[in-house]
């Protein structure tokens, strides 16, 4: 019975290890647990097991054994078992069970936990000060002349600093709990919704959109993956000048998603044949908006609430309908028509359903650890989202890709939009758990598109300096 018991605290040990590993390093750790639970299975029709042979072979050394504490310079001794001669010694043996099925699991287990912190110590512990990061966000502010400028940073759950500087309006100063556009930050719930479907089986990766859009260019020969991957080849529509030339001219247009494809495959063009290549395409996004739409016959907003946005507590992210914005606004500014004016309330919908999206600092921190250990769906699919496949294609190389909806650079998610003069940066650490998320305004003098990319780049410098974001 000693034995029986030995065994089964041994395999809860294994699953128990295998799922804060998986939590810690990597979506694979729970093979283990499979390993461990095909190996009860086995042994209970065939009578082999091996860790049981190991238990009864390791009571019968006359000298013990000893084991090394990993963090103290001593030694402790787990038992002495003498081997029996006669009958006589049946009670020395059973002492002897006893001492091994009570002690081996925990061995077990704290030799999984010790290698699991062995592991940890490689990967440097981030930089997380929050006076420090305070004076890196001032800094780079005033260097970058942006109006005002939202930064937070968390590791998981945990927060370690939000602030707001500057004016959202004329004696209006910005606060943390403001909304904005977050526009390709939203990409990520796209990605990550996607792959929810997938798993509630209402569409499949390998499906032609043809399914859906039987008219469009190449439709037959891009799949859902495609799109998501950004290796369909469709022509960026925000590089047509026309289309730019009239969304500048009115900037209260709401452009439809048939218009925006249609700036696309007009001239029956492809950047390259789907599949051969990688490339950024606001285009492949807006027909993957579709595609989900027509799957599910619901939209992106039923979708985002039911899905994403409920579930997951984020109370302050919309999808909207129009072009208002929640109160509190953090007010947005341009200089794009040669004249400084407030675009706050400029039509979004020329970003379609990637970029719509509405937020505040505090949700998108919330998102961060929700999409970063891959929460919301299976480790299978978490590893496909945030994998390297692009690698090899276009600019792609192992610490710079884009992966689903995301660029991945030396471990860090990236994502850095910029919409109706809002400039937002969005970043979460694979190794350190730690989320960092920028948003900037711009003033009547600032001339960078993207300070809140650079603000992020400054302070990824100091929160992981042996990972800089390479780009």
């Given at each position: 019975?000693?034995?029986?018991?030995?065994?089964?605290?041994?395999a809860?040990?294994?699953?128990l290890?295998?799922?804060?590993l998986?939590?810690?390093?990597?979506?694979?750790?729970?093979?283990?647990?499979?390993?461990?639970?095909?190996?009860?299975?086995?042994?209970?029709?065939?009578?082999?097991?091996?860790?049981?042979?190991?238990?009864?072979?390791?009571r019968?050394?006359?000298?013990?054994?000893?084991?090394?504490?990993?963090?103290?310079?001593?030694?402790?001794?787990?038992?002495t078992?003498?081997?029996?001669?006669?009958a006589?010694?049946?009670?020395?043996?059973?002492?002897?069970?006893?001492?091994?099925?009570?002690?081996?699991?925990?061995?077990?287990?704290?030799?999984?936990?010790?290698?699991?912190?062995?592991?940890?110590?490689?990967?440097?512990?981030?930089?997380?000060?929050?006076?420090?990061?305070?004076?890196?966000?001032?800094?780079?502010?005033?260097?970058?002349?942006?109006?005002?400028?939202?930064?937070?940073?968390?590791?998981?759950?945990?927060?370690?600093?939000?602030?707001?500087?500057?004016?959202?309006m004329?004696?209006?100063?910005?606060?943390?709990?403001?909304?904005?556009?977050?526009g390709?930050?939203?990409?990520?719930?796209?990605?990550?919704?996607?792959?929810?479907?997938?798993?509630?089986?209402?569409?499949?990766?390998?499906?032609?959109?043809?399914?859906?859009?039987?008219?469009?260019?190449?439709a037959?020969?891009?799949?859902?993956?495609?799109?998501?991957?950004?290796?369909?080849?469709?022509?960026?529509?925000?590089?047509?000048?026309?289309?730019?030339?009239?969304?500048?001219?009115?900037?209260?247009?709401?452009?439809?998603?048939?218009?925006?494809?249609?700036?696309?495959?007009?001239?029956g063009?492809?950047?390259?044949?789907?599949?051969?290549?990688?490339?950024?395409?606001?285009?492949?996004?807006?027909?993957?908006?579709?595609?989900?739409?027509?799957?599910?016959?619901?939209?992106?907003?039923?979708l985002?609430?039911?899905?994403?946005?409920?579930?997951?507590?984020?109370?302050?992210?919309?999808?909207?309908?129009?072009?208002?914005?929640?109160?509190?606004?953090?007010?947005?500014?341009?200089?794009?028509?040669?004249?400084?004016?407030?675009?706050?309330?400029?039509?979004?919908?020329?970003?379609?359903?990637?970029g719509?999206p509405?937020?505040?600092?505090?949700?998108?921190?919330?998102?961060?650890?929700?999409?970063?250990?891959?929460?919301?769906?299976?480790?299978?699919?978490?590893?496909?989202?945030?994998?390297?496949?692009?690698?090899?294609?276009?600019?792609?190389?192992p610490?710079?890709?884009?992966?689903?909806?995301?660029?991945?650079?030396?471990?860090?998610?990236?994502?850095?939009?910029?919409?109706?003069?809002?400039?937002?940066?969005?970043?979460?650490?694979?190794?350190?758990?730690?989320?960092?998320?920028?948003?900037?305004?711009?003033?009547?003098?600032?001339?960078?598109?993207?300070?809140?990319?650079?603000?992020?780049?400054?302070?990824?410098?100091?929160?992981?300096?042996?990972?800089?974001?390479?780009?």
């Amino acid at each position: 019975m000693m034995l029986d018991r030995a065994v089964m605290a041994f395999a809860g040990c294994v699953v128990l290890a295998s799922l804060r590993l998986a939590y810690l390093f990597s979506p694979y750790w729970p093979l283990l647990t499979a390993f461990a639970g095909l190996n009860l299975i086995q042994a209970s029709f065939t009578g082999f097991c091996p860790v049981a042979i190991v238990f009864r072979r390791l009571r019968r050394p006359r000298h013990g054994f000893q084991i090394r504490h990993l963090y103290h310079n001593s030694w402790v001794r787990i038992g002495t078992v003498a081997a029996a001669p006669n009958a006589g010694d049946a009670l020395s043996k059973s002492r002897g069970t006893f001492m091994i099925a009570k002690r081996l699991p925990l061995i077990a287990f704290l030799s999984l936990v010790a290698s699991a912190s062995t592991a940890a110590e490689g990967s440097p512990a981030p930089n997380l000060d929050p006076e420090r990061l305070r004076g890196i966000v001032q800094a780079e502010a005033s260097k970058r002349g942006v109006r005002a400028v939202e930064f937070g940073v968390w590791q998981d759950e945990t927060k370690i600093l939000t602030m707001a500087l500057g004016p959202s309006m004329t004696t209006v100063p910005a606060t943390t709990d403001m909304h904005y556009r977050i526009g390709g930050i939203a990409e990520t719930f796209m990605s990550t919704l996607l792959l929810m479907l997938v798993e509630q089986g209402k569409i499949s990766l390998d499906d032609k959109i043809s399914r859906w859009l039987p008219d469009l260019l190449k439709a037959d020969e891009v799949t859902v993956r495609m799109l998501v991957a950004n290796t369909a080849g469709y022509v960026d529509y925000v590089r047509v000048q026309d289309f730019l030339d009239l969304e500048l001219r009115e900037p209260f247009r709401t452009f439809t998603d048939d218009e925006l494809i249609a700036y696309s495959v007009r001239d029956g063009k492809m950047n390259f044949q789907p599949g051969s290549s990688q490339q950024y395409s606001h285009t492949d996004n807006v027909i993957l908006g579709q595609v989900i739409q027509r799957a599910t016959r619901k939209s992106m907003r039923e979708l985002y609430d039911e899905n994403i946005f409920g579930p997951m507590g984020m109370k302050e992210t919309q999808f909207p309908i129009d072009q208002t914005i929640t109160t509190p606004v953090l007010h947005a500014f341009t200089s794009d028509r040669k004249v400084y004016e407030d675009c706050t309330y400029w039509n979004p919908f020329w970003g379609s359903t990637p970029g719509l999206p509405i937020s505040t600092l505090d949700d998108v921190g919330l998102w961060g650890p929700i999409l970063g250990t891959g929460r919301l769906i299976s480790s299978e699919h978490f590893h496909e989202q945030i994998a390297p496949t692009s690698v090899g294609k276009g600019g792609n190389r192992p610490d710079l890709y884009f992966a689903y909806g995301f660029g991945v650079a030396n471990g860090w998610i990236i994502q850095n939009p910029t919409m109706n003069g809002y400039s937002g940066a969005f970043g979460y650490s694979l190794p350190t758990g730690v989320t960092i998320v920028v948003e900037t305004t711009k003033s009547e003098t600032s001339s960078n598109d993207a300070a809140a990319f650079d603000i992020l780049r400054e302070a990824v410098k100091y929160v992981t300096p042996e990972a800089p974001i390479n780009f």
